[in-house]
């Protein structure tokens, strides 16, 4: 059963911080493209932040560029992708998915096969 699940503390104030983990069981997940996806009221759902398989490219939204931190870590028997938000903004505010798919990863990519249920991330103001 392939699963990717998401947690985190979700309520922060504006400049704050929170980190995002996403574990990743069911397949080969370490040979994965994954990333971060959100989806705020009443908006389309983008594309946050992708790591490619092996960790050595990284790619973020221009929202985000220089605030938010993708990494993975690939073990024998769990594949854990962390997004690490800093400086967050009332903006930020929105459901967050975690992605997975065995393709590879490039600038701006949305057609991930894998998702996570989604966790909600506040930032007030």
């Known amino acids: 059963q392939v699963q990717l699940v998401e947690s985190g503390v979700g309520l922060v104030q504006a400049g704050g911080s929170l980190r995002l983990s996403c574990a990743a069981s069911?397949?080969?997940?370490?040979?994965?493209?994954m990333g971060w996806f959100r989806q705020a009221p009443g908006k389309e759902r983008e594309i946050v932040a992708s790591i490619s398989w092996n960790a050595l490219r990284t790619y973020y939204a221009d929202s985000v560029e220089g605030r938010f931190t993708i990494s993975r870590e690939n073990t024998r028997n769990k594949i854990t992708v962390t997004l690490q938000m800093n400086s967050l903004k009332p903006e930020d505010t929105a459901v967050y998915y975690c992605v997975a798919d065995p393709g590879s990863v490039y600038p701006g990519r949305l057609d991930y096969a894998f998702w996570g249920q989604g966790t909600q991330v506040t930032v007030s103001s």
């Open positions: 069911g397949r080969t997940f370490s040979s994965y493209a």
